[in-house]
């Protein structure tokens, strides 16, 4: 019954033989709106074109003056100054000057007087009428932003490749900038196969449900991707392909879920031939050993193993490297990694092996347990945060710190964090 | 010009007054798409009401038949069985028995023929013409997937509070269930205050823009809420009270920027108290400690300094824990986090430290180094990935383990991981 011979290739030359064959990189970028940039990539270099601060202003609402005219003060021996006004953020451009041994109050932001150069802090004074008692001696420049402190114009502010976070937001609307060149977020078809599958909408007691998809859909999500959910294809070479077809019209890439085993309807690797070419099948790696990878019109093409464990593997292990690849980042930056120790010990093995781990907080170290068995077993995965590959021959010893990479961006709220632990 | 006096307390007995006052909790629940719900929480616990698999089933490719047939089967010694049929999934609910040393082909998921024990791997047998020849010994009960194997029903599957991820929802389909319920996301109206600030459309370089809303706004969305911008409110209680109103009724919470310090026109306090209660203003922490928590029609109103660093302190010190109260999980579950070794020792303060830290990846170790100063300086939270609070009177030495709570979940990107060190 087996027609096929797989020929079982390191995941690493699996990876290496799709970016020859494809020559896939980052997509075309595309301007975005600021208010819908948050974790989207730069695609461009960004610049000042101005210095932040744009002029020198207080930072601190308080008294500008001439700071040797404090000289000495002391809250037992407070120097006085003549209060000659109060200058506000809206005042600009009006220009006040200070004559001898006078202070201005200003608030943040506010211009500042010709002559001054500090603002004293407000609760370092106490004003009494028309004057002030300064209470401490001031020093030149104290309280004061300097032209570029914060920003210098033409420097470079953020790099191409970077996830835009909540703070380089700030900085890009400080630039005066309310959009920003972003690479388009790669999109992944998701193809389920198998006569025996049924739509969530038909589910019944006897029926298998196709809820993998919904899985790997979140998880492409949570990669940096956009889902396209194709549907279901039954066990027949030519419904196959024309799915195909249709994901990489739609897709950037597309991943199928089961059907390419040896079996007698594993008809994946097939549709794939008809359309363009399949680049590895066989993988030297544990669970998903029956995985592979093809190309249809120049984009990759996946196919996910159909038992969880050996499907959860083949996208961690071939789609999250090149959705990153795609989305303009580098692999180790899609998903998140936790240190941690491993409960117990790990025998070597004659292939790689997808350890799926459990992170636990044991008196504030992260233990990582390794969840094993049940290739098939979905609940087991629920259970698990995250993974190690672990190369050929290496064993592991019970409490070697490993970089745990998270299945996804959530993981962190199902840790077992005592509270204790969070405070520093 | 102060007019008047903070009373400082600690961050957690500013909290613990707010709560007092608000006895806010997890906001009402809703129905919820499983295709939505990803990173939702989950208001209900979900118990299954049925076994996975359902059934006894083939969870690999191969033979069934009887183990004892099989007895010291060997690749030298084959045992010769008849093969009496083909059986996929889709053949349900037909049934077929098997007769004496004969095997049926099976694909994963089909029916099991009666008298079955077992099912032989496809690549532990060779099939020749209408028998096959089995090359290993089989054991009762190999390759097949006992009912509640994966799920027992009546079993607990999924908590109340927990944030769903991708295989979380998989499981969800897997029950049968297209819905889930799930608390809904807090929203948080943002208002920025002061006569000095310009809309982003209005940028000029002497100008200062409303940038922060921005960060608060995207940082917002990280830490599990939904952000509601409600613009500039001028240095004028009226104004600010007015828009205050606007907020408590378009969302759960409201935070304030700026227009809370004891300046001749910060007027915030004073809305405060015009529309609810001024709950708290001054905090011992720095920076930050002019911020304050007030309530209006029972909603918490959070007034965020100025000041880029201490406007930081204020949302992740006092925002984030209510966002998380009223999103339905705990509130070190809403950031991640990440263990490090703190760069330099770091001497004891009189109150506590919001310490903002840059981490770095050295020989597959992460460090954490204090960013200092410049708390009016935006570029250096660019600079940062997170943060601790240090209490009072806490020194801590160079190398020492800290848990850096992290300002969202896409700072992982920003950390110079180094590639080695993603290797197990």
Chains 1, 2 share one sequence.
Not at 112 to 134: L, W
Not at 346 to 375: C, N, Q, S, V, Y
Not at 405 to 413: D, I, N, Q, R, V
């Amino acid at each position: 019954m087996i027609r096929r011979r797989l020929r079982f290739r390191t995941p690493q030359a699996v990876l290496r033989s799709l970016r020859l064959a494809t020559q896939y990189g980052p997509l075309t970028s595309e301007a975005m709106a600021i208010e819908k940039a948050l974790g989207q990539v730069l695609a461009q270099d960004i610049t000042s074109t101005l210095d932040i601060p744009h002029f020198v202003r207080p930072w601190v609402d308080g008294y500008a003056t001439k700071a040797r005219w404090t000289r000495r003060a002391s809250s037992m021996g407070p120097v006085t100054l003549r209060l000659a006004g109060r200058l506000f953020p809206e005042d600009y451009p009006k220009s006040s000057e200070l004559g001898d041994r006078e202070a201005f109050y200003v608030t943040c932001g506010a211009p500042v007087p010709k002559g001054a150069d500090c603002v004293i802090k407000a609760e370092d004074a106490r004003s009494v009428g028309s004057e002030i008692r300064v209470l401490k001696e001031a020093k030149v420049g104290e309280g004061l932003s300097r032209p570029g402190e914060d920003v210098r114009r033409g420097s470079l502010v953020l790099k191409r490749g970077q996830v835009l976070r909540a703070q380089d937001l700030g900085l890009i609307v400080a630039l005066g900038k309310r959009e920003v060149t972003v690479f388009r977020k790669p999109k992944l078809a998701i193809l389920s196969v198998g006569d025996e599958l049924v739509d969530p909408d038909h589910f019944g007691p006897d029926r298998i449900v196709n809820n993998y998809a919904y899985v790997i859909s979140a998880a492409t999500s949570e990669s940096g991707g956009t889902p396209v959910l194709l549907g279901i294809a039954p066990d027949d070479p030519d419904s196959i392909a024309a799915k195909l077809s249709e994901g990489v019209q739609l897709a950037d890439a597309v991943a199928t879920i089961g059907g390419c085993s040896v079996g007698a309807k594993d008809f994946v690797p097939d549709a794939i031939a008809r359309l363009g070419e399949v680049i590895a099948h066989g993988v030297k790696i544990r669970p998903g050993h029956v995985a592979g990878v093809g190309v249809v019109r120049g984009k990759p093409v996946f196919m996910l193993p159909g038992h969880i464990s050996s499907c959860t593997m083949a996208f961690y292990v071939f789609v999250v490297p090149t959705l990153a690849r795609l989305a303009g980042i580098g692999p180790s930056k899609i998903l998140p990694s936790a240190r941690a120790e491993l409960s117990v010990a790990i025998d070597k093995a004659a292939t790689h092996t997808f350890l799926r781990l459990r992170l636990k907080e044991r008196r504030g170290r992260l233990l990582a347990e390794p969840i094993h068995g049940g290739t098939n077993i979905l609940s087991s995965l629920s259970r698990a945060n995250g993974f190690v590959l672990v190369p050929p021959g290496t064993s592991m010893r019970k409490g070697q710190a490993i970089n745990v990479t998270l299945f996804g961006k959530l993981e962190h709220a199902s840790f077992d964090y005592s509270k204790s632990s969070r405070d520093c």
